[in-house]
């Protein structure tokens, strides 16, 4: 289009330049005419000045026409151009599913064994909840990965009590992070949704809020007005904007492998739950779920 405009404008300097030459050559010609004739009123000729009204709807009328056949050709090229790229993306994502799918029945059977010799050993063997928490970790992931393939897979919604699922999932962080202190003021909050969604996307953005924030301080918990914020006092982020796309990390000496928050877009975006994220540089991040 650009390349258009250009040569539509330079069109119009050059045949504006020859016919307002064209215009003073003739007009200079019939004043000298009318003055060796002696008519009278000879000055007109001399403020005659070009019309380029047509030679406008001429390169308008030109560019259209060429715009007009250049449009369709580029978006069939382009169809033609990115169908690869569509197609490979489409083999990945499928790939990625059948995979995380597969992955299923051995997690669960490594689980349901484990957890079978636990109730029937009279001690509790530091390597079988070993197995188990590594099993629970692997079917978290699984979540994250299927959220990531499977984004337009239909899913059931129930009626959750929000308060409680928080306190649930902040006791299990309290055991794994000992040095880590929680501060909840939470109110009673029913929020629809799919329960297992949400333990995954609290479970997510706490894991986040635990890893960059200074121990010192304690991750606030708390719900006012339908909105649900974890707040951290941490060391912040410079592009708050870049943390839900896929592979992005700020600080690769913090473990982590980028996908965590692209997740957890995925789930909000299914479960149609809003979500603002707030941070600056050694000060912190605030984080709002919006249920309306």
């Known amino acids: 289009?650009?390349?258009?405009?250009?040569?539509?404008?330079?069109?119009?300097?050059?045949?504006?330049?020859?016919?307002?030459?064209?215009?003073?050559?003739?007009?200079?010609?019939?004043?000298?005419?009318?003055?060796r004739l002696e008519m009278g009123g000879c000055e007109s000729y001399q403020n005659t000045k070009a019309n380029l009204s047509s030679l406008y709807k001429d390169i308008a009328y030109a560019l259209g026409l060429v715009l007009l056949l250049f449009v369709p050709i580029s978006l069939f090229l382009s169809f033609f151009a990115l169908k690869p790229v569509r197609q490979a993306s489409t083999m990945i994502d499928n790939f990625i599913a059948n995979i995380v799918h597969d992955i299923n029945t051995p997690i669960a059977t490594i689980m349901l064994n484990a957890k079978s010799i636990l109730r029937k050993s009279k001690e509790e063997?530091?390597?079988?909840?070993?197995?188990?928490?590594?099993?629970?970790?692997?079917?978290?992931?699984?979540?994250?990965l299927l959220a990531l393939a499977d984004e337009k897979t239909s899913i059931e919604f129930e009626e959750v009590e929000l308060k409680e699922l928080v306190k649930e999932i902040v006791e299990g962080f309290?055991?794994?992070?000992?040095?880590?202190?929680?501060?909840?003021?939470?109110?009673?909050?029913?929020?629809?949704?799919?329960?297992?969604?949400?333990?995954?996307?609290?479970?997510?953005?706490?894991?986040?809020?635990?890893?960059?924030?200074r121990d010192e301080n304690p991750i606030k918990i708390y719900n006012q007005n339908n909105t649900f914020i974890i707040e951290d006092k941490g060391k912040g982020m410079e592009h708050p904007e870049k943390v839900f796309e896929k592979n992005y990390r700020e600080d690769y000496s913090i473990q982590g492998n980028g996908l965590g928050l692209a997740s957890v877009l995925s789930m909000l975006e299914r479960n149609k739950i809003n979500i603002?994220?707030?941070?600056?540089?050694?000060?912190?991040?605030?984080?709002?779920?919006?249920?309306?």
């Open 1 to 35: 289009m650009l390349m258009f405009l250009l040569l539509g404008t330079l069109y119009y300097v050059q045949e504006s330049s020859r016919l307002t030459k064209e215009l003073e050559l003739t007009t200079q010609m019939n004043y000298i005419e009318c003055m």
């Open 125 to 144: 063997p530091k390597k079988l909840n070993r197995i188990l928490s590594s099993a629970k970790q692997l079917t978290d992931m699984q979540h994250d």
């Open 174 to 213: 309290k055991l794994q992070y000992r040095t880590q202190a929680f501060e909840l003021k939470l109110e009673d909050q029913r929020v629809l949704v799919n329960p297992v969604d949400i333990r995954r996307i609290i479970q997510n953005l706490l894991s986040n809020a635990v890893k960059y924030n």
């Open 276 to 292: 603002n994220v707030k941070s600056k540089l050694n000060r912190g991040t605030q984080i709002m779920l919006n249920f309306r």
